[in-house]
């Protein structure tokens, strides 16, 4: 099937009890047994499974092209799981320009369990394969990056990775399925934090992990989410579902507005850079076009000068909304080094701009305004 009707189909829900087209919303923490003891629908405990957890982790595996979808409370938890299935001792290496709460989690809470790590730009292959050492069991790929939008080409990364004996993933957020497919191009786990463009209205927080087999790894994973119990409620499994029948709409429209501003700021004198990857002075271009069907729907300016005249352009938006976060229907832009904190090392003078579905027009002239 073609995504649009994947997305519908992969969504869809009997129900049983009343023939409802749109699924209804299991609350239950618990289920019946028979008075046999044996278990009528596979429910146990929520935690566990639940029937509407369930039906979103089969759209995850369908549209994601893998055996095996789990979702998870955040995208956070759904990293976390992903490296916990790892063992003290074990290495990974990482993007050096990927989403803070990454190298963070690595750095601040699994290092101390003995969990090693290495940091390495991943745009440059040999760079990649110079960091492998003898106990290196994960690449975590993260392209588009997070938030200077490097790409790496996923097909070769993987294929170095398998060579070297290890598991590749690759946090396919920005891109989504619908415009980068990851298992496709080698990969053994797809990451998303969902709250982003999955849910696509700002008003959720999730994750998911797809495995590319039903295999060891995936296995794990299943274990560490049904003991840890970092799931997501009913209701946000619900919102999601919901979300996904129109994920190709929204995130198509958001590439194609975000690729016209990305061109109108390419030319801006008050810009220093622009980052976008169909944009084709982006060192990227070549693979992001390999491996990606537009551009996406996210892009970083830097503003000449600094901290002091990002921020001033950040103030003047009247279009744009100055939050944190991505991927829903409403346009934000924010300074990223303030977000990330005191130990940011992203530019003092970038914007991460995630572009939403007004009308394009009406985005360029709130940025054109806010530039002076």
């Known amino acids: 099937m073609n995504f649009e009707t994947l997305a519908i189909q992969s969504t869809q829900f009997h129900d049983a009890n009343a023939s409802a087209v749109v699924p209804p919303i299991y609350l239950s923490t618990t289920f019946e047994r028979e008075p046999d003891s044996s278990i009528p629908h ?45 063992l003290p001792g074990d290495h990974v290496i990482i993007p050096d320009d990927a989403y803070y709460g990454t190298p963070a989690l690595l750095q601040d809470v699994l290092s101390l369990w003995g969990l090693q790590f290495l940091k390495v730009d991943m745009s440059d292959l040999a760079a990649v394969e110079g960091a492998f050492q003898p106990n290196t069991k994960l690449v975590w790929m993260e392209t588009p990056s997070n938030p200077l939008l490097k790409i790496t080409d996923i097909k070769a990364v993987a294929e170095l990775a398998r060579a070297k004996g290890a598991y590749s993933a690759c946090d396919n957020t920005w891109a989504t399925s619908v415009l980068q497919r990851p298992l496709d191009l080698g990969c053994d786990v797809s990451m998303h934090s969902a709250t982003k463009y999955f849910g696509g209205h700002s008003d959720l927080l999730s994750g998911a992990l797809i495995f590319k087999d039903n ?121 990223r080094a303030t977000a990330e904190g005191v130990h940011s090392v992203s530019p003092k003078n970038l914007l991460r701009i995630s572009v939403g579905l007004e009308h394009v027009d009406d985005l360029i002239a709130d940025l054109a305004q806010a530039l002076g």
């Open 215 to 335: 295999g060891a790894l995936a296995e794990k994973a299943r274990m560490i989410q049904a003991l840890g119990g970092a799931v997501p409620s009913p209701f946000d499994c619900w919102l999601i579902v919901r979300g996904i029948k129109t994920l190709a709409l929204r995130v198509r429209q958001q590439s194609e507005n975000a690729a016209k501003l990305a061109h109108y700021l390419s030319n801006h004198p008050k810009l220093e850079a622009v980052h976008y990857p169909f944009l084709e002075s982006h060192a990227g271009y070549d693979v992001a076009k390999r491996q990606m069907a537009s551009g996406g729907g996210m892009l970083s300016i830097q503003v000449k000068g600094g901290a002091e005249e990002a921020l001033a352009v950040k103030s003047k938006v009247k279009v744009f909304i100055r939050a944190t976060s991505l991927g829903g229907v409403e346009s934000l832009i924010e300074h």
């Open 42 to 86: 596979g429910h146990i405990y929520t935690r566990a499974s639940n029937p509407n957890r369930n039906a979103l982790e089969k759209a995850y595996a369908a549209l994601e092209g893998g055996q095996v979808g789990m979702a998870f409370a955040s995208g956070q938890a759904a990293t976390t799981t992903l490296f916990q299935c790892l």
